[in-house]
């Protein structure tokens, strides 16, 4: 595939002129980066974008030269940029705004988060978590056998609680109860009925008892993606019947004074704040009831939910949420301190296992555009004797372009063009299925089609006051830009449940974007694809790109997808994971590389699909040996297969350029 040029001198030097009129303030404004980027992202005067890794707090690098500098060091694109400074910061900033509630409120107790690991389980990503958290006492949260592993070996801290959710077998609770004795600090949420008398068994087993948390099923309200995660019919949680038989379960078998902690959790990306208030209240009051019973509790754990504004358009729509994270913060603290005031309880210490909020602003993904297409709208030459359909196709053309251009234009008339030059293009088709049209007719009414479109759109003034059959007149011209990367392994949820996520070119951000595209990726699958973009509370199926330039890399940026996109994606078509490396601040405007995380190899693809490299090799090397004998091979081109085979075998599962 080659970068398509057609149409370049005359449109380029019109553009030259245009550009002249393009700042990076109107870029950061098309992308909604002045929105969505705060702190940590912005434009620098050569038109790139930057990263201040430490908000306003530090200094920022260069997107565009750390990415060539990066490839220098062999790491080649798509390439996954880790900001441990950012994530470090955006931890801070969650302490800070509980901090900043419990003064305001006047809260009698404390708040002490953990990280889902379930949101990134990458070592490094976790191992940094621990490490900047280990003086607020951070913790972790573990939804299965495998996660509570990682967070036992991980969390060293006796005060950091680990959060054992999830479904539990006899091991899984016995692995936590005799975990205490690790110095470690295990709270076993009980989320299904049947786990009550696998830890009454547990317990007498081992003669210890675990710290009990219970999972409450709320029946408030909730909204947007996982909106089915709260309410009576929920896969989790206990329902109140059964909350109070759990209650007298544990009282029985003398455990009741381990019940420490009420945890729910309403679903992810919360939309709107008047759902997760609702919650609160709700859990609030369960909260008090458990402490009447007579358990000792002590944490009130309110679950993820905590959203990410990833159009910052600060609205209840499913891209963005309505409030901040200090208005998050400030309800919690507020609702769970006047339902214990109200009832004369102690105020608990408040937990919040929030993983999106934290994992997503850190990570970077950049790729580079391959080649793009477009339709040509190039007017071809006149011939002297064309066919009919052509002819009225050129004299559309000319009634198009013949309309001048005033402010209060004429849809219909617009649309009546379009029409006909629609009706003359499949005229056009019919005479060449019947065989009165050759290729280069053909071709001509194409192109003549695609250049009436192009003429209308260059009346039409304003896209949200355009008719919808006319609005699709931008689509038709506008251009793929084909990718190297895999949505399904780096982007699984643009596919799997329509999330966007900001994506921009990361260069040429002083010049206008004179084309409208989508991108599509690697894969052999039409899904492969990102045409759904962020439009401060919409979504818009074409973003503004500029023109690829010969010899000169088109980086593309996605952003805010350091939550769930790592291990959800997956090996559609044997694309592996990207390579990744972990960036540190350091002094003079200086970065340091901590990490570097490869990414698969072929073989390593090949493998976990039950394939041996080695065998591929050998079989292949048979072949050649037999065509050799046949005469149908060269030496020196079996020697040169040979070697594309192996180097491909040990590298990565991208294009390289
Ligand atoms: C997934 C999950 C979370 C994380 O939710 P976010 O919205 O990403 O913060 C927290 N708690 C539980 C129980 C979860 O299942």
Redesign the pocket.
Known sequence: MRANHEDAGIADSAEELTNAAWSIDESAELYGLIRWGQPYFSINEHGNMIVLPKGTKGNSLDLVGLVKELEGRNLNLPLLIRFDDILEDRLQQLHQAFDQAISTYKYQGTYQGVF?V??NHQRHVVEELVACGKSRNFGL?A?SKAELLIALSLLNDPDALLIC?GYKDQRYIETAILARHLRRKPIVVIEQADEIDKIILASKNLGSAPLIGIRAKLASRSSGRWGSSIGETSK?GLSIPDILKAVESLRNADLLSDLHLLHF?I???INDIAVIKDALQEAGQIYVELSRLGAPMGYLDV?????VDYDGSQTSSMTSTNYSLQNYANDVVATVRECCEFHQINMPTLVS?????IASHFSVLIFNVLSTSTVSTSIPLKDSNECLPVHNLRETLARIKSIAIKSNIDHSQLQEAWNDAIKFKDDALTSFRLGYLGLPERATAEQLTWACAKALVELLPNQNSTPAELKFLSSVLASTYYSNLSIFRSAPDTWAIDQLFPVMPIQRLNEKPTQLGNFADLTCDSDGKLAKFICNGNSKPLLELHKLKKDEQYLIGMFLGG??QEVMGNLHNLFGSTNAVHIRLANDNKYQIDHVVKGNTNSEVLEAMEHNPDQILERLRIASETAIQDGSLKISDAQRLMDHLETSLRQSTYLQI
């Open positions: 889902p379930k949101c949260e939804g959710n989790f959790h679903g992810s990306q679950g993820g939910g905590l959203g296992e929030s993983g999106r909020a939550a769930y």
